[in-house]
């Protein structure tokens, strides 16, 4: 037992000590910072979309166009509030028309803001009514739409954080060409614009001449954005030509929602919180941190098993210690020195989902969800046990192999109990107490998974006593299988044992030696 310590111990030492090892450990952190920056960064580096748009309606655009100055006007005063609160010197910079837009908007309530706002986009479009309040009246609106019309969204958005509209989509006016298709059929071709929609004579009745032209249609944010707007607009022009009332009709289209509800330890019922709906769908993290290290790990000990036996290593091991020692040895290093992996990697993910919420503005606690001694126990012990269930049979089956590429090729059809648990994942988070993934955790190569997987169920006790057990007597099982063909896979060369030696070699109880090809020579 000493021994096979010593070779842990070694073996440990060889994977760990080198540069190899830390620079991909210290890199997976950076890939995971750069998975969740990147997406980001782009969306905010992606240029405005130029389009254009052909209205034989004679008035859908302009109704979009309100209709989108509107949503700038609400964004502007929800984030204006937050600057004053702030007393933040973003909102000191905004032009005095804009502030004083953001105080006569905070100083009324729910229903006379939004009014305010309407009639101020109603007034930017060219409407002379007058309006229920002083501050449109009185033509400050007016000033707010000219700044709207002339500021810079870039400018806008990185000192007040204000995305207006124009941060995305800029309508370009039709060219004065005598075939306005043509015309924008070859700046589409020439790259200037972007896309352009055309509307048909009557949107209302029917879609029919309504189009939208791009040589991009893999980006669909243009057409997606358009087109709920123009769909909201003719939806109400539908409304009132048929005579509903507009609020019976906003009844109408009121959806009809549950609630989501609980029942705590105490029978009670409770509200689901955030960090509630986050606890179900965590077990599906951890069990792909699970599903990689397995992989990960697996292939760093078989391709040190390979290497060695190339090297002509493995018969020096062998005169000084057991081939059952040896084995052993290895699969504990790499087991310890993929716990150190692992460890990061959870390391990263909580910091990750305690941190990001707070950079978005969420204000949940999902850190002590993510550091539960139940969940943080499960992943740890069906780590320690899967790693040895699968390290057992892939150190065993990797030894009969002489060089790496007939070990991938061995490798491979072993991994399918992998894959498979990897594919039957979501299933499992959905139904977790369910027929099916009661049955799976009784599957030993997918016991880890599975249970891992379950924990937030969670599943019965006496589940987790028996497949406890199940999955202990099936490593012991297939150590004890390995280890014979460790035995004899270690010092066979050249010669390569098929499927009927590998046969004799896991059922035979005595010592069994793979038949020796005969040399060109001794014939």
Not at 117 to 125: I, K, L, P, S
Not at 216 to 225: K, P
Not at 364 to 387: E, K, Q, R, S, W
Not at 432 to 453: C, E, H
Request: hydrophobic content about 50%.
């Amino acid at each position: 037992m000493n021994r096979t310590f010593l070779v842990a111990r070694e073996e440990f030492r060889q994977t760990v000590g080198t540069k190899a090892f830390w620079i991909g450990l210290a890199a997976f952190p950076v890939i995971f910072a750069l998975a969740i920056a990147v997406p980001l960064l782009l969306k905010q580096a992606k240029e405005a979309r130029p389009f254009a748009v052909i209205d034989h309606s004679g008035f859908l655009l302009d109704a979009v166009e309100q209709r989108v100055y509107s949503e700038d006007l609400q964004q502007i005063a929800e984030r204006g509030r937050e600057l004053r609160r702030e007393d933040a010197a973003g909102y000191s910079d905004l032009p005095s028309s804009v502030r004083a837009f953001v105080g006569a908007w905070m100083a009324l309530e729910e229903s006379p803001r939004e009014r305010l706002v309407e009639q101020m986009a109603r007034q930017g479009f060219g409407d002379s009514r007058s309006s229920d309040f002083d501050f449109v009246n009185h033509g400050d609106a007016a000033h707010v739409y000219e700044w709207w019309l002339s500021a810079d969204p870039g400018r806008v958005d990185e000192h007040h954080d204000i995305k207006l509209t124009r941060r995305h989509y800029v309508r370009h006016p039709l060219p004065a060409a005598i075939d306005t298709i043509a015309a924008l059929n070859e700046l589409i071709h020439s790259g200037d614009l972007f896309a352009y929609f055309v509307i048909g004579e009557n949107p209302v009745v029917t879609d029919e001449g309504c189009r939208y032209v791009s040589n991009n249609l893999t980006d669909r944010d243009l057409r997606r954005w358009f087109s709920q707007r123009a769909e909201s607009i003719v939806r109400e022009e539908r409304i009132a030509h048929e005579g509903i009332d507009a609020e019976t009709a906003a009844w109408i289209q009121t959806t009809l929602s549950f609630e989501a509800r609980k029942i705590d330890d105490r029978g009670d019922v409770e509200e689901v919180e955030d960090r509630d709906k986050f606890r179900q769908f965590l077990p599906l993290v951890f069990t792909y941190l699970l599903w990689i290290a397995v992989f990960t790990s697996s292939q760093m000990l078989i391709t040190s098993t390979i290497e060695e036996k190339s090297a002509r290593i493995m018969e020096i091991l062998i005169s000084s210690v057991a081939p059952e020692e040896l084995m052993f040895g290895k699969i504990l290093g790499v087991a310890g020195a993929g716990l150190i992996v692992v460890a990061s990697w959870a390391s990263v993910f909580t910091a990750a989902i305690v941190i990001v919420p707070r950079l978005i503005g969420v204000d949940v606690d999902l850190g002590g969800v993510a550091t539960d001694p139940m969940f943080l126990a499960t992943f740890i012990i069906y780590f320690l046990l899967g790693f040895l269930l699968y390290a057992s049979m892939l150190v065993g089956l990797g030894s009969l192999c002489g060089t790496l590429k007939e070990a991938q090729n061995v490798m491979w059809p072993a991994m399918i109990p992998l894959f498979t648990a990897m594919f039957s994942m979501q299933h499992v988070v959905e139904d977790p107490n369910g027929l099916l993934a009661r049955v799976l955790s009784f599957v030993p190569p997918l016991t880890p998974f599975i249970m891992m997987n379950r924990a937030a169920g969670p599943p019965a006790w006496w589940e987790v006593v028996a497949t406890g057990i199940l999955l202990i007597l099936s490593i012991w099982l297939t150590v004890k299988g390995a280890a014979r063909l460790f035995r004899v896979g270690v010092l066979a060369v050249g010669a390569r044992p098929g499927l009927g030696d590998i046969a004799r070699i896991l059922f035979t109880p005595t010592a069994y030696t793979v038949p020796q090809k005969k040399d060109q020579t001794d014939r």
